[in-house]
């Protein structure tokens, strides 16, 4: 057990106020991982609250993936050590509240997948690029079986390039972001004229950022993926979120 004292937490949204200060000590290194907590019944004398209060407090906590109950043992809760996952729930929050407008995320996704896409060109693995081969081979084969079943198995090539950047932070927040706009490709496709050729224009897209990667060539890399994604969302944006896009480098293609 640790000897970090809190101070008593303010009337107002007082679990929340509980949080703060208990997630500001893990952060700040005060409470390392695999200590715990003071007991349900400290915690009430130091925060000068009640135990429904720090039993909220706890299983936000706890939702956050930072602290994790203990059978046995003295004290309260168990520290947990940062992990990518629960980066990625966090991540995942965040990209979808509505606060966030489609220009943001499909610039940031730009910003994270082109930069992806180069480090991929010069990190991947001849297994790594194998996985990105089968995906593509997944895209051809589902040209004729359904849009749903062909997004599935592009976001699956652009997991295994996240992959192969071999940068956990741009993996989890890619995943983030592309699982936030997914309903996007699926309404894209569903309105197309031409299913099978929209389907075939992604494709071919996704072929030229595999080539890049696969010759080792970063920039083209980099330049491929900014254009697919691009061209893939231009429809959806106002003036202002294209003129964005332009501004990172993005070439979008005329209608």
């Known amino acids: ?36 907590l003071a007991s349900e019944r400290e915690l009430m004398v130091q925060f000068s609250v009640s135990r429904p209060t720090i039993r909220e407090a706890l299983r936000v906590l706890q939702a956050q993936g ?68 089968e995906a593509i081979g997944r895209m051809e084969a589902e040209v ?5 079943s062909f997004n599935r198995a592009d976001l ?16 989890i927040c890619g995943q983030a972001v592309s699982g936030s706009i997914l309903n996007l490709m699926d309404d894209r496709m569903g309105r197309a004229s031409n299913k099978s050729r929209a389907m075939q224009e992604s494709l071919e897209r996704d072929r ?14 980099g330049d491929s993926a900014r254009n697919a994604i691009a061209s893939y969302f231009e429809q959806y944006l106002n003036d202002e979120g294209t003129r964005g896009l332009q501004a990172l480098g993005a070439v979008i293609d005329p209608q």
């Open 156 to 171: 699956d090539f652009h997991a295994s390039i996240w992959a192969a950047s071999h940068n956990d932070l741009l993996q």
């Open 144 to 148: 004729t079986n359904g849009s749903d």
């Open 66 to 133: 930072l602290i994790a109950s203990k059978h046995g043992g003295r004290g309260g809760p168990e520290v947990l050590a940062p992990s990518p996952e629960t980066l990625a729930r966090s991540f995942t929050t965040m990209a979808r509240v509505a606060s966030h407008s489609l220009s943001e995320l499909v610039q940031f996704r730009i910003v994270l997948e082109s930069s992806a896409c180069q480090l991929a060109a010069a990190l991947h693995t001849p297994e790594q690029l194998s996985a990105m081969r």
């Open 1 to 36: 057990m640790n000897n970090v004292t809190f101070t008593p937490a303010v009337a107002v949204l007082t679990y929340e106020r509980v949080v703060e200060q208990i997630e500001h000590a893990i952060v700040a290194g005060d409470i390392q991982p695999g200590q715990r």
């Open 208 to 221: 030229a950022i595999f080539a890049a990667i696969a010759a080792g060539n970063s920039a083209a890399a």
